[in-house]
């Protein structure tokens, strides 16, 4: 627990949001407002080229099952709570309906950790990969 308050120090909790892909894109566009990524994934690959516009960097969104992401069609996404309040500038969850788990973020991720094969290994291939 010692190791994982280190990377995660704060008493977040979990909360699910329903968006539709545009709304998840949009999410994904503002956290590579600075030409790279601001926030971790799972569970996707975002393909970007940080040499486009803002808003428009996002070259492909896909599920780990390889499914791409579909504009109009809804998706649950996990969220800290301090990021739905509109935390770091992400202000475009703050009005979003969603649903307390009440479940600690670093209780999450132990849980989660605790099942994964030790020693923890990050991926072989980054969430956020630059499009060339």
Do not use: C, W
């Amino acid at each position: 627990m010692g190791r994982l308050f280190a990377v995660m120090p704060f008493d977040n909790r979990v909360v699910l949001l329903e968006l539709t892909g545009a709304q998840v894109r949009e999410v994904l566009e503002f956290a590579l407002r600075s030409g790279g990524p601001s926030i971790h994934v799972s569970g996707i690959t975002v393909r970007y080229d940080p040499r486009r516009h803002a808003g428009e960097r996002i070259r492909e969104v896909r599920f780990v099952d390889g499914r791409k992401l579909v504009d109009d069609r809804r998706y649950r996404m996990a969220v800290n709570d301090f990021m739905v309040t509109g935390g770091d500038g992400f202000s475009m969850l703050a009005d979003k309906p969603r649903l307390e788990s009440g479940a600690v973020l670093l209780d999450a991720l132990e849980l989660y950790a605790r099942r994964l094969p030790q020693p923890i290994e990050p991926p072989a291939v980054g969430r956020f990969q630059v499009d060339q």
